[in-house]
C-alpha cells in the first residue's frame, strides 16, 4: 500500500486565489483597468504602444523601479512594463572611481542593456529617446516618431554633462597629451590611472563644480587615491596636491567634513574653496570664486568634474520645476506635484538629497509602494514615506574608507552604528571591501534585479506589503489577478518572510492525484490522503527496474567471469603536510592573504595552497564581521534564486525533520 500527500484540487486553489485577492483589494479598493499589451501593439509597426507603467531611462533607477514592480505582480500581464533608453550598454558607475584608481577595469563593470531588462523578465525595452511629454494625455513621443501611451509614468533618466560649459575642458578631455581627465566619463575613466601612474612631479589639481552632479565625494576620493600612490612611490614631496571645490568645505555633513578636512591638512592638501573651474588653456587653469574674483593656477596633471545638471527633454517639459529643472515632486512620496500618474527618483528629480546610487535604494522602493497604492486604488493606511536617506563610501586612501550616511537636513543616519557600534566617520578597513567588493556585487546579483534594499538588505518583496494596511483578521498577501480581463496572467508569489507567513505552502501536484483506481481521504487539515492498493499479482513497477541488473548478475555467475561489481573507490589522498607541521612564517602568510582580500582567499583555496584543512584556516585567520556577514547575505541571495520550485521542496524537508 502505497500513502502520499497531495495538493489541493483546482478548485480550492481557485478559491483560494480569489481569497488573496479579496483580502489584498478589499471592499474599498478596485484594480486599475489595464491597458492592453498585446503583441500587436507592442510591435510598433503603427506608431504607437501602450504599457501600464512606462519607465523613462534604464539605469540604476530605471532598472530597480522595474524588477520591483515586476515582482509584486500588480502587473502580471506580458510587458505591462516597459523600459525606454536609447543605451545599448549599462555601466556601473560609482565603480569609475575604482577604474581612475587602478583597482577595476571599466569593462567588468559593464553589462548589456538588453540582458538587463529583457524580454524574458517580461519587461519590453525600447532603445530610443524620449522627444517630448504630454501628461495631460499620458503619453510620450520618441525620437524614432513612436507615441507611447501609459497608465503610470516613471521619470528617471539621470543626469547629463556639461563639459562644454567650462572653456577648454572638452578638447583637454580628448587629447591625451593634455593631463587631464575624469572619472566621471566611461571613456577617460581609465586614463585617469595612467595619469596617475605617470605623474612624478609638479602641481596636481583636483577639482569639484557646483551642485547639483553625481556623488559629491568621488571628486575627493580619487584624489586620497592619487595621494596614496605617489606616497607609496616616493614622489608625494615633489607633487602640490590642490583641492579645487566650488563648495564652501569639504563635504555637506558637518561630522564627516571635519574629518576629511583633518585629513586635508594632515596630508599638506591646499583647499581652495568657494573655487569653481571656469576654463582650461595648455597647462593653465582659471576658477571663478564665489566673490566673482579670478584665479589662475598651473597643473601638470588635472583631474575635472563636469557641470552637471537635468536633461533637456527634462527641463522644457510640463514636468520639470521651474527653478532646478528635474522633476517636480513631493520628497516624502515621490510623487509628482501635479500630475498624481507621474514619479521620478534618483538623479533627475527635485529630491533634495545627494544624488548617488545607495539613495536610490532607499527610494525605489517607497515609490514602488506608492504607485501600487495608486494603480490599485488604495485609500487607507499611509502611503511610503523617504526621509532623505543616501550614502557616500569616501574612499580616504588604499585599504580605507569613510562610511558617510545621512539623511535630509544633513542628519546622520548611520546603518553600522546603530548594529554594531562603529563609528563611521573614521576611515576603516572593513568598509573598504564594501566598496570595492560588495558594492559592485551586489549592484549587477540584487540591485538590478530589484531584490536589494540598501540599510535593508536584501528582500524578495516588492512592495505589496508596505501598500496593504493591517488586516483585522488573518489574510493571504500572495496576490494572484485571475480576473476576466487577467486570463492569461502568471501567478505572482510573494517571498518577503511576512508573505511567506501569510501564505499557505504550495505543494508540487502528487502523481497518484490522477490515477482513478486510487481512494482519496480528506484530512482536517484541508489536505487529500491518496491511498492506492498494491497490485494483486506481479511485481511492483520498482521491481521491474531491477530485472536487466538481475539477469546480468545471473549470466555472469553462469560464466563463471567473477564479480560484476565496479572496481573499489580510491583511497582518499592525504596532505602532504598537517597542519602541526605549518611554521609560523606559513601562518602568518595564511593570515596576511586572509585579510587581504577574504572573497578571494577562501579557507578552501587556502587548504590546499598550504596542505592543511579548512578548520585550522578559519581558527588561525577568523574573517571579520563584515565579510562574514556578506557571506550569508551571497548564500540568502543564491537561495532566493532557487525559484518557487525549489523553494517549495526546501520548505517540505523542514517540516518533515520537525516530526522526526
Known sequence: MIISSATTTTARRSLASASRLGALA????????????????????????????????GGAAGQAVSHQLARTG?????????????????????????????????EELRRNMGDLAGNGDGLKLYQDSVESFDPENNSIKTRDGRTISYEH????????????????LPEALADPASKVGSIYDYDSCDRVWEYIQDHKSGPAIFTQPPQPHKCAGAPQKIMWLAWNHWKDQGVRDSIPI??????????????????????????????????NLTSIEGSTATFTTTSGEKVTRPFNFLHATPPQGPRAFVKDSPLADATSGFVSVDQSTTQHTKYPNVWSIGDSSSLPTSKTAAAITAQAPV??????????????????????????????????????????????????????????????????????????????????????????????????????????????????????SHSGSRRAFSTTPRQQRDTPVRRARDPLDK????????????????????????????????????????????????????????????????????????????????????????????ARQFGCSELFVRIVAPVDRVTKQFRENQEQVRRQGEGVERAVVRAERRARRELW
Not at 391 to 402: F, I
Not at 413 to 423: P, V
Not at 589 to 596: N, V
Request: glycine residues 10%; charged residues 15%.
Open 74 to 106: 500588480a502587473f502580471p500581464e506580458h510587458e505591462d512594463i516597459a523600459i525606454i533608453d536609447p543605451k545599448s550598454t549599462h555601466d556601473y558607475q560609482p565603480g569609475w572611481t575604482l577604474v581612475g584608481a587602478g583597482l577595476k577595469t571599466k
Open 515 to 606: 490515477d482513478p483506481t486510487a481512494m482519496r481521504y480528506p484530512l482536517p487539515s484541508g489536505e487529500t490522503l491518496i491511498v492506492r492498493r498494491a497490485p494483486a499479482t506481479g511485481s511492483s513497477p520498482g521491481g521491474n527496474l531491477l530485472q536487466p541488473a538481475l539477469h546480468e548478475v545471473a549470466s555472469a555467475s553462469a560464466q563463471g567471469s567473477g564479480s560484476v561489481l565496479p572496481p573499489p573507490l580510491s583511497p582518499r589522498s592525504s596532505h602532504p603536510l598537517r597542519k602541526s607541521q605549518l611554521s609560523p612564517q606559513q601562518i602568518s602568510q595564511i593570515q596576511s592573504l586572509r585579510s587581504s582580500s577574504p572573497l578571494s582567499n577562501t579557507p578552501r583555496k587556502l
Open 367 to 484: 515609490l514602488v509602494a506608492n504607485l501600487i497604492r495608486s494603480a490599485l486604488n488604495i485609500k487607507d493606511g499611509e502611503a511610503a514615506s523617504y526621509d532623505g536617506y543616501t550614502s557616500c563610501p569616501l574612499l580616504t586612501e588604499y585599504g580605507k574608507v569613510l562610511l558617510a550616511e545621512f539623511k535630509y537636513g544633513a542628519q546622520v543616519k548611520e546603518t553600522f552604528g546603530q548594529l554594531f557600534g562603529f563609528d563611521q566617520g573614521k576611515p576603516s578597513r572593513a568598509f573598504y571591501h564594501l566598496k570595492k567588493d560588495f558594492f559592485p556585487w551586489v549592484y549587477y546579483n540584487s540591485m538590478v534585479k530589484g531584490t536589494w534594499a540598501g540599510p535593508k538588505g536584501f528582500s524578495m518583496g516588492g512592495g505589496l506589503g508596505a501598500v496593504a494596511p493591517k488586516p483585522t483578521a488573518r489574510s493571504f498577501s500572495s496576490s494572484a489577478f485571475s480576473s476576466s
Open 242 to 275: 590642490s583641492f579645487a571645490t566650488a563648495l564652501p568645505a569639504m563635504f555637506s555633513v558637518p561630522k564627516y567634513s571635519a574629518v576629511l578636512d583633518d585629513l586635508r591638512k594632515e596630508r599638506d592638501v591646499e583647499g581652495l574653496f568657494g573655487h
Open 153 to 168: 509614468l516613471v521619470v528617471v533618466p539621470g543626469l547629463a554633462h556639461f563639459p562644454e560649459r567650462i572653456s577648454g
Open 26 to 57: 478589499g471592499p474599498s479598493r478596485s484594480l486599475a483597468t489595464p491597458v492592453s499589451s498585446s503583441s500587436s501593439a507592442l510591435a510598433g509597426g503603427s506608431g504607437s504602444s501602450q504599457h501600464r507603467v512606462l519607465i523613462v531611462g
